[in-house]
């Protein structure tokens, strides 16, 4: 597999975006010519191409959600690719003409695990196809609901390249009764009700009512920003919090952070939760979709019910009094990313994939 199409939904700084990024320098290393569309550029115009501007290129088609402009049909015929990947479920409903067009094989990417009714109406007798699950819990819907083979819905989970998230020195283990310095809680995320963020403020209360000297970082933005910062206010913990606009990327946004929350209600994979894995952060995680694939609860991780803050704030305070602990699921965490999660590897699984796609060999 040498030549890749790849769809975005933009080149802003969606989880899309990054995630493939995350991929290309190994798909490369591994001998592919790739060009990546998208319908809209963004903030992240131009990195793509900065990897390897002889095998990488990209472009933004405003014509791509109907036909092609002279310009895409153009490129895409000159290109001449071996499979069109859309990257995520929003841009799905693309794959099946620019596939047609091109005379590829299809290969659609789903993120979500409500990713059914996204791939439910098209035409997919058109192309020769096949789906990449992020996750089981991406896969079994798919199967069950949408009544689609098994054997043409394959599990390649995102991967992250490694050199943007070197191992973490070791942090002090400093227990929080030492007064030693702060301990930082931290999540990340859209800011939204679904997102759980006002379950972690809860269980935020929680442990400080139970006197540890601790801060929390709420990094990101979305709707429900104002509403979390009169919440705060509420429950009388604001002098104790902090938000933080932050765009998913390297180690950098977790580098102070001493313990990560995932407090979600749903979850197609947990890209936050790997990045903090990758880290060197131990992890609290509601225990929901794509989770269950990458938290071990006990052992790379802790997994909580989804929606009870009581429980969230349970297993913070045994990592906050047990810096043993804490160390112990970051060094099994970041040993398991490397072996599972790395980029090289994910890429490796990925055009295993392609291939059987390409070649109508499912199995």
């Known amino acids: 597999m040498k030549r890749i199409l790849q769809i975005l939904p933009d080149f802003g700084l969606s989880g899309a975006a990054f995630a493939t990024l995350n991929l290309l320098p190994d798909l490369v290393a591994a001998g592919c010519e790739i060009m990546v569309v998208a319908p809209r550029g963004g903030e992240r115009v131009g990195m793509f191409r900065k990897i390897d501007a002889r095998k990488i290129s990209e472009y933004v088609l405003p014509g791509l959600g109907g036909w092609f402009d002279?310009?895409?049909?153009?490129?895409?015929?000159?290109?001449?690719?071996?499979i069109v990947?859309?990257?995520?479920?929003?841009?799905?409903?693309?794959?099946?003409?620019?596939?047609?067009?091109?005379?590829?094989?299809?290969?659609?990417?789903?993120?979500?695990?409500?990713?059914?009714?996204?791939?439910h109406k098209l035409p997919l007798n058109q192309v020769n196809w096949g789906v990449v699950a992020l996750s089981d819990a991406i896969r079994t819907p798919l199967i069950l609901h949408l009544r689609l083979p098994e054997e043409r819905v394959f599990i390649v989970p995102n991967g992250l390249d490694l050199r943007q998230f070197p191992a973490s020195p070791?942090?002090?283990?400093?227990?929080?009764?030492?007064?030693?310095?702060?301990?930082?809680?931290?999540?990340?995320?859209?800011?939204?009700e679904n997102k759980g963020q006002r379950d972690f403020l809860k269980a935020a209360a929680l442990v400080i009512a139970q006197g540890f000297d601790v801060e929390f970082l709420i990094m990101g933005e979305g709707a429900d920003k104002q509403y979390l910062r009169d919440e705060a206010g509420g429950l009388g913990i604001d002098n104790r919090l902090t938000f933080s606009f932050s765009t998913m990327g390297g180690s950098h946004n977790l580098m102070?952070?001493?313990?990560?929350?995932?407090?979600?209600?749903?979850?197609?994979?947990?890209?936050?939760?790997?990045?903090?894995m990758a880290s060197g952060v131990p992890v609290v995680a509601s225990g929901v979709g794509g989770i269950f694939d990458l938290v071990?609860?006990?052992?790379?991780?802790?997994l909580v019910k989804s929606q009870d803050a009581k429980a969230m704030s349970e297993a913070i305070s045994d990592l906050l009094r047990n810096p043993?602990?804490?160390a112990t699921l970051a060094y099994n965490a970041r040993s398991r990313v490397e072996k599972e999660f790395s980029s090289r590897v994910v890429a490796a699984k990925l055009l295993e994939c392609f291939g059987k796609i390409a070649n109508g060999k499912y199995r």
Not at 172 to 184: E, F
């Open 70 to 82: 002279w310009r895409g049909r153009k490129l895409t015929r000159a290109f001449k690719p071996e």
């Open 85 to 119: 990947n859309t990257t995520c479920v929003e841009v799905a409903a693309l794959g099946v003409p620019v596939a047609k067009r091109c005379g590829a094989p299809l290969a659609l990417t789903v993120n979500r695990t409500d990713g059914e009714k996204y791939l």
């Open 170 to 192: 070791a942090r002090p283990l400093v227990n929080a009764d030492q007064k030693t310095r702060t301990l930082v809680v931290g999540t990340y995320g859209t800011l939204a």
């Open 256 to 276: 102070n952070i001493d313990v990560f929350v995932e407090p979600t209600h749903r979850e197609g994979f947990g890209l936050s939760v790997l990045q903090a």
């Open 296 to 302: 071990k609860d006990g052992e790379t991780g802790l």
């Open 324 to 326: 043993l602990k804490r």
